[in-house]
C-alpha cells in the first residue's frame, strides 16, 4: 500500500488479556515508531525501530510492554495482562533513511482503537 | 528531561491569523516540528523548523523559532474552517531519533 498501515482498527479485550497489534510501514522505511494517545491527551512515545540497532525502548512503561520487528518491515506491539488504563489508540509512523527522503518526516497510520474492558 | 508543552484551546475568527504557541525544555533539540490532528484522521507533519533557523514561512503558515526562551510558535494566517484540527508541536535532538510531542491545541474557527 501507499501508507503505513496498522490492524485491527479496533480491538475491544477484557481485563487480563494479552493483545497485539500490527504496524505495516512504507516499503524501504528504515526507522518505525510506536505512540500510545489517550484521549484527549496528546502523544505518547513507546518504541523507536532504526534498521538493525537496538530498539529505543525508553518510552515503554512496564514490562507489559514490548515490541518487535522483523528487519525493516513488519512490526507487532504486545501487551500482556491488559488493564484498563492500556486503553488508548496506539498510532504507529514510520520514515525513510534519509537517503531516500527526509529521515525527519514521520508518516503516520491510522491507529488501533484499544479499548480494555 | 524533554517536555513539550501547548495550550489546550485556542479559538479564532474565520479570516483572522492564528498562533499557536509551544515551549520545549530540551537544550538539544534540533528539530522542531507541527503535526496537525483532524477529526477522524491521522497525524500528518504541517511543517518543521531546524534549530539553527529563526524563521520559516509557507504559504499561509510562519514559523517562528526563539531558541533562546525555547519557544516556537504557528501562525496559520487567514484562517479558515479547514484549520480546524489539533496542532502538535513537537521535538527531537536529530533525525533518527525520537520525538517528543506536546498534548496538543485544538484550534477552533468561529464565523
Known amino acids: 500500500g501507499a501508507g503505513v498501515s496498522q490492524s485491527p482498527s479496533n480491538k475491544v479485550t477484557e481485563k487480563g488479556k494479552d493483545v497485539e497489534l500490527r504496524c505495516d510501514p512504507i516499503?524501504?522505511?528504515?526507522?518505525l515508531y510506536w505512540y500510545r494517545q489517550r484521549l484527549g491527551q496528546g502523544l505518547e512515545f513507546l518504541i523507536y525501530?532504526?534498521?538493525?540497532?537496538?530498539?529505543?525502548k525508553s518510552g515503554l512503561p512496564s514490562d507489559r510492554f514490548s515490541a518487535e520487528r522483523t528487519g525493516e518491515s513488519v512490526s507487532t506491539l504486545t501487551i500482556q495482562r491488559t488493564q484498563q488504563e492500556d486503553s488508548a489508540v496506539y498510532l504507529c509512523?514510520?520514515?525513510?533513511?534519509?537517503?531516500?527522503?527526509?529521515?525527519?518526516?514521520?508518516?503516520f497510520g491510522p491507529g488501533t482503537r484499544l479499548t480494555v474492558t | 528531561g524533554e517536555d513539550v508543552e501547548q495550550s489546550l484551546f485556542l479559538s479564532v475568527r474565520e479570516g483572522d491569523s492564528s498562533v499557536i504557541n509551544c515551549t520545549y525544555t530540551?537544550?538539544?533539540?534540533?528539530?522542531l516540528y507541527w503535526y496537525k490532528q483532524e477529526p477522524g484522521a491521522g497525524l500528518q507533519l504541517l511543517t518543521y523548523i531546524f534549530s539553527n533557523m529563526d524563521m520559516k514561512q509557507d504559504q499561509r503558515l510562519t514559523v517562528l523559532l526563539n531558541k533562546k526562551d525555547k519557544h516556537l510558535s504557528l501562525r496559520i494566517a487567514d484562517t479558515q474552517t479547514g484549520d480546524s484540527a489539533i496542532y502538535f508541536c513537537?521535538?527531537?535532538?536529530?533525525?533518527?531519533?525520537?520525538?517528543?510531542f506536546g498534548s496538543g491545541t485544538r484550534l477552533s474557527i468561529r464565523p
Open positions: 513537537a521535538e527531537s535532538r536529530s533525525s533518527a531519533s525520537k520525538i517528543i
Open positions: 530540551d537544550s538539544s533539540s534540533t528539530y
Open positions: 525501530f532504526q534498521g538493525n540497532s537496538a530498539p529505543d
Open positions: 516499503s524501504g522505511h528504515t526507522a
Open positions: 509512523a514510520s520514515s525513510p533513511s534519509g537517503t531516500s527522503g527526509p529521515s525527519y518526516e514521520q508518516y
